[in-house]
């Protein structure tokens, strides 16, 4: 049986992949490379892809902060066949998601806020009550 927590976030990304159809796979992962929940595609690895996704969150932390562009909040990765966006759900964790090459970024972000932002709200719920 799936924690009621996981479930609730496993929920709200297939509801953005739902509402938004260029996302294919989603993820989110702890600051420290963990899974906390995902709905990816059968070939990708949890671990692999929570590895990166940290990886490459805190790279793009370090730079903004070297840069002075302030706190970071979201990273975009443009290869061949697509995109892979990651946007912070908080401090302590971000949401990866998997994008068509012909989807509109702009919505993609715009929907990917809103999601992080539910996130955070179901991260601090209190789940013993």
Do not use: C
Request: no cysteine.
């Amino acid at each position: 049986m799936v924690h009621p927590k996981r479930q609730a976030l496993i929920d709200r990304m297939q509801a953005l992949q739902l509402s938004s159809p260029d996302i294919l796979a989603t993820a989110v992962v702890s600051i420290d490379g963990l899974i906390i929940a995902s709905n990816l595609l059968a070939e990708m690895s949890e671990d692999r892809v929570s590895a990166m996704s940290a990886a490459m969150l805190s790279l793009g932390e370090q730079i903004s902060k070297e840069m002075g562009r302030g706190a970071l909040e979201q990273v975009h990765i443009r290869g061949d066949n697509g995109y892979v966006v990651l946007i912070s759900v908080g401090e302590k964790a971000v949401l990866t998601a998997l994008v068509n090459q012909q989807a509109k970024l702009g919505m993609i972000f715009l929907d990917m806020r809103h999601t992080a932002d539910d996130l955070v709200n179901i991260l601090m719920q209190d789940t013993n009550g």
